[in-house]
């Protein structure tokens, strides 16, 4: 199967693909060798910078879209909260 549609999707799956590969590669790189000060604001300050890039992602989603109201954050959070 080919095609400009079918082309166009193999390049946004390999995005989706390549972006699922970035966050196991980061979660083992902090599981394995980031040690957590509990007594210093860096947890803090490393959700509200996820929280920041998903907000700003969603906005420009919206934006495109025509949208009035961005995704639910809900599923984003529990992820960032039990997998952090």
Do not use: P
């Not at 490393?46 to 009035?68: C, D, H, P």
């Not at 961005?70 to 909260?81: A, C, G, P, S, W």
């Amino acid at each position: 199967m080919s095609g400009l549609l079918i082309d166009s999707e193999k390049k946004l799956y390999e995005c989706y693909i390549n972006s699922s590969a970035e966050l196991i590669k980061h979660y083992n790189f902090l599981r394995e060798k980031v040690v957590f000060n509990l007594t210093e604001k860096e947890i803090s300050a490393a959700i509200l910078l996820r929280l920041k890039a998903y907000y700003n992602s969603q906005v420009k989603i919206k934006e495109f879209l025509g949208k009035r109201y961005m995704q639910q954050e809900l599923t984003f959070l529990l992820k960032l909260y039990f997998f952090i």
